[in-house]
Structure formats: structure tokens, C-alpha cells
């Protein structure tokens, strides 16, 4: 394949499918902004890629990885662990979400843990089997059950208050 025909593949991919890797990204993370530099760093790293995965037809697998793999990368980093003293700025209210992007399970999603958050997205919004979701997480099967029906009784009960 020419380099060319290499770019307007990879171009029309991006097109086709942007928009769900941003939800995607938005649904592991709950911020829109971080949503959007996940959805970079994976774009980045497919169009190195994409010569090898296009042949493949693995673009899609490899796009979910980095997206789940810089989303925890971030997490680990240590400028994440610190705690804003008590004399620290106020925290930020929670920005409100366009019309058409809000929804009560979105909402919900939030407010769970981040590796809930992460196991049910992965689990229920992408389909995974729990050995792949263990292998994208880099956890034990057992743990993701574990976060997985923890992540939906929390659900659960969050979208039932709302809905009172």
C-alpha cells in the first residue's frame, strides 16, 4: 500500500470513528478535556502504527488499549497523588455537560470509582469478556467481577435516586 493510500485509510478511519473513541475516553475519565488528550495520545500513537494494523483490521482494538492504557498512566502519575492543603484554591464545581451529551447514566458513571468506572465501561459499554477487561486492566478476573458488580449496585442506586 502507498503511503497515500496508507494516509486517506488512516484519514477516513479517524472520520468514521472519532466520536466513539471520544465517548469512550469520556466514559473511562468522566472530563471531557482529559477525554480529549486520551483521544490524542491513541490518534498519535495509531497513525505510527497504522501501516502494520491496517493490514490486520486491528485499528479498533489497539485504539481501546491506549485509551485504557494512557487513562491509567495518568492516574499514576505523581502530580495526581497530591492533596490540596486547606489553604489550597476551592475546588472546582463539576462543569455541566452540553444538552445532548447529558444523561442520567452519565451522571452515574461519574460518580463511581475510577476503576469501577473503568470495569463497567470496558465490561458492559464495549463488550469485553472479564479475561479481557483483566488483561486490559492489568488485574485479576476475580478483582474485575468484584469492581464490576460493585460498579452496578452503585449504578443502580445512583439512576433510582435520580429518578425519585
Not at 46 to 74: M, S
Not at 111 to 124: A, E, F, I, N
Request: hydrophobic share 40%.
Amino acid at each position: 500500500m502507498r503511503r497515500a493510500e496508507r494516509e486517506a485509510a488512516y484519514s477516513a478511519y479517524v472520520a468514521a470513528r472519532q466520536t466513539h473513541w471520544r465517548r469512550v475516553a469520556y466514559a473511562l475519565c468522566g472530563d471531557w478535556h482529559h477525554a480529549e488528550d486520551l483521544l490524542q495520545i491513541a490518534l498519535t500513537k495509531l497513525y505510527v502504527a497504522w501501516p502494520k494494523l491496517a493490514i490486520d483490521g486491528r485499528e479498533d482494538a489497539y485504539v481501546r488499549q491506549i485509551i485504557v492504557r494512557a487513562n491509567i498512566d495518568e492516574y499514576r502519575r505523581p502530580w495526581r497523588r497530591e492533596r490540596i492543603g486547606v489553604e489550597g484554591p476551592e475546588p472546582v464545581a463539576r462543569e455541566e455537560l452540553a444538552f445532548e451529551d447529558r444523561s442520567e447514566l452519565m451522571d452515574a458513571l461519574r460518580d463511581l470509582s475510577p476503576m469501577q468506572r473503568k470495569v463497567v465501561v470496558l465490561r458492559h459499554w464495549l463488550g469485553l469478556s472479564i479475561e479481557e477487561t483483566a488483561t486490559e486492566l492489568k488485574i485479576s478476573a476475580g478483582t474485575v467481577k468484584s469492581h464490576n458488580a460493585r460498579g452496578l449496585e452503585r449504578l443502580q442506586s445512583l439512576i433510582t435516586e435520580e429518578s425519585r
